[in-house]
């Protein structure tokens, strides 16, 4: 055994032990949790997309693609969303975006892992929603990319942050209407890299009307992205 791998096995136990003498509250309801942010009962009832649009994520029962996809069909060729964007996770969002609670990022990133891990056709890399500059100044992170660079890592892809910039400070979809959210997030993104791989799937916290992913989709298009998947870890599903 190496030195630094004796070192890495200390540390690890000193964590294990730490964490069984002053476990974490769970953040919803505030009972002893060893590990993760939420003890297991409250990460078991958080609320599962199930079965969805395989091109927007909107919940259906039986068919693939929803009527609206069938009509007007989005940029991305498939979208995932883990969970519904329901009060106990946009608790667990609000709590990680904006107190840094980044254990967030590897409780999220290793549920998402999970479903993907068995695809034999994952995409050549993983592209975050990048924030623009002033934005990550004042957060100090990038949620979207603190995610996407846990679930490459787990998934032994790519993460490329390089290729998409965020180049005007858009005000927050959350306080806009449908049509203002469209407006609000055209040209907000340029790309950076003379191509773009084939198959990439973009990385954002929340999809909600799917602007800001549509926006980002078009613009890795233009620049040679052939195959396009939107990865979300919640679908906001109330209609806009
Ligand atoms: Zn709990
Ligand atoms: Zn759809």
Redesign the pocket.
């Known amino acids: 055994m190496t030195v630094m791998a004796v070192f890495s096995t200390l540390t690890h136990r000193t964590l294990e032990l730490y964490r069984k003498l002053f476990p974490i509250p769970c953040l919803l309801c505030g009972l002893p949790s060893q590990e993760d942010p939420l003890c297991q009962a409250c990460a078991a009832e958080l609320p599962l997309l199930g079965s969805a649009?395989h091109?927007?994520a909107?919940p259906l029962e039986s068919a693939q693609?929803?009527g609206?996809?069938l009509k007007q069909p989005p940029i991305s060729d498939h979208s995932f969303s883990l969970y519904r964007y329901e009060a106990a996770i946009k608790r667990c969002i609000t709590s990680f975006k904006f107190h840094q609670q980044l254990q967030f990022a590897d409780f999220f990133a290793s549920r998402m892992q999970q479903q993907f891990a068995l695809r034999d056709d994952l995409p050549d890399c993983l592209i975050p929603i990048p924030l623009h500059p002033l934005r990550l100044r004042q957060r100090g992170f990038n949620q979207a990319h603190e995610i996407a660079r846990r679930l490459a890592q787990a998934l032994n892809l790519q993460c490329q942050t390089g290729l998409l910039n965020r180049v005007r400070y858009t005000r927050s979809q959350s306080q806009l209407s449908f049509k203002q959210r469209r407006q609000n997030m055209r040209r907000a993104f340029v790309c950076c890299a003379e191509s773009v791989p084939a198959h990439i799937a973009i990385i954002d916290d929340v999809m909600t009307s799917g602007h800001t992913t549509a926006e980002a989709a078009k613009v890795l298009q233009l620049h040679g992205a052939e195959t396009i998947e939107v990865w979300t870890i919640a679908r906001a599903i109330s209609h806009y």
């Open positions: 649009c091109r927007c909107m693609i929803c609206s996809c």
